[in-house]
């Protein structure tokens, strides 16, 4: 189990060892949903970034910036 704290920013940090696990990167996008008090993060595959149209993007919450 991490522990992290949440910035005044509303920035969450996840911890380095989870990020090399997962194999997280600067600039990756996730989905974020909250259900039943638990926020749950998915990584949004660099592919399926790709193929997302902008009313889907905005659907799921991403930003132009996260789009390459």
Known sequence: MHITK???KGQVVIPQQLRET????EGDA???VAEQ???LL????SVERH???PVRQKE???QR???Q
Request: glycine letters at 8%; aromatic letters at 8%.
């Open 60 to 62: 799921i919450g991403m």
């Open 42 to 45: 998915r990584k949004i595959p």
């Open 22 to 25: 997962l194999r997280l990167q």
């Open 30 to 32: 996730f989905t974020i």
């Open 51 to 53: 193929q997302q149209t």
């Open 37 to 39: 008090g638990i926020i």
């Open 6 to 8: 949440m910035s005044s």
């Open 65 to 67: 910036n996260y789009i």
